[in-house]
Nanobody, 119 residues
């Protein structure tokens, strides 16, 4: 199983970016997926998460600015980030919790994509 994240880059404060993450490989079903981020010198933190059945949860710091969405048919999630702030600068990681073909629950991480917001 692989998670391929894309869409990061350099943007000015107030700008927008859209991240994508595609899950590929041999598995039974994805249960939930999400985005985390890690800034230099800080611990990795949850940004947003979306289960397969719908609904979502967000970090307080991004509520009202970020929107997570999911395309189950494509095994893809997106993170629309608007009104970006310099404190959003971090490496963003995609995460998926899924059931393997043997119905074992496993956790996978993507390689990370850099988001840099200049002031």
């Amino acid at each position: 199983v692989q998670l391929q994240a894309s869409g990061g880059g350099l943007v000015q404060a107030g700008g927008s970016l859209r991240l994508s993450c595609v899950a590929s490989g041999n598995f039974f079903r994805i249960t939930d997926m999400g985005w985390y981020r890690q800034a230099p010198g800080k611990q990795r933190e949850l940004v947003a998460r979306i289960p397969s059945g719908g609904g979502s949860n967000y970090a307080e710091s991004v509520k009202g600015r970020f929107t997570i969405s999911r395309d189950n048919a494509k095994n893809t999630i997106y993170l629309q980030m608007n009104n970006l702030k310099p404190e959003d600068t971090a490496v963003y990681y995609c995460n998926a919790n899924l059931l393997t073909t043997g119905l074992l629950r496993r956790d996978y991480w993507g390689q990370g994509t850099q988001v840099t917001v200049s002031s």
